[in-house]
Nanobody, 116 residues
């Protein structure tokens, strides 16, 4: 079992920044890739960014150049960060941390609201 806990969401003005964190614990030895997804009201959940154990990183086109994913591999936990800069109102969503393998684990989500 893998447990994922996100934190760092909140309310920010357009152009502002936030940093989200996700801590993975439990059976983490087989986790190769971790990702961030988001779901805005009335929309489907969408991919935001991912990072592999080996350092391969991918971003959705909508966040390239503004968001940065990073990963810290410790002995008993993996922490994945999402630094979000130049935030726009359309970035408003619940952001979810995901470890697709081995058991497609998801966190509970953290709300990000970008509004003046």
């Amino acid at each position: 079992q893998v447990q994922l806990v996100e934190s760092g969401g909140g309310l920010v003005q357009p152009g502002g920044s936030l940093r989200l964190s996700c801590v993975a614990s439990g059976s983490i030895s087989n986790i190769f890739l971790m990702a961030w997804h988001r779901q805005a009201p009335g929309k489907q959940r969408e991919f935001v960014a991912s990072a592999t154990r080996g350092g391969n990183i991918n971003y959705a086109d909508s966040v390239k150049g503004r968001f940065t994913i990073s990963r810290d591999n410790a002995k008993n936990t993996i922490t994945v960060y999402l630094q979000m800069n130049s935030l726009k109102p359309e970035d408003t969503a619940v952001y979810y941390c995901n470890a697709p393998f081995p058991s497609n684990s998801w966190g509970q989500g953290t709300q990000v609201t970008v509004s003046s």
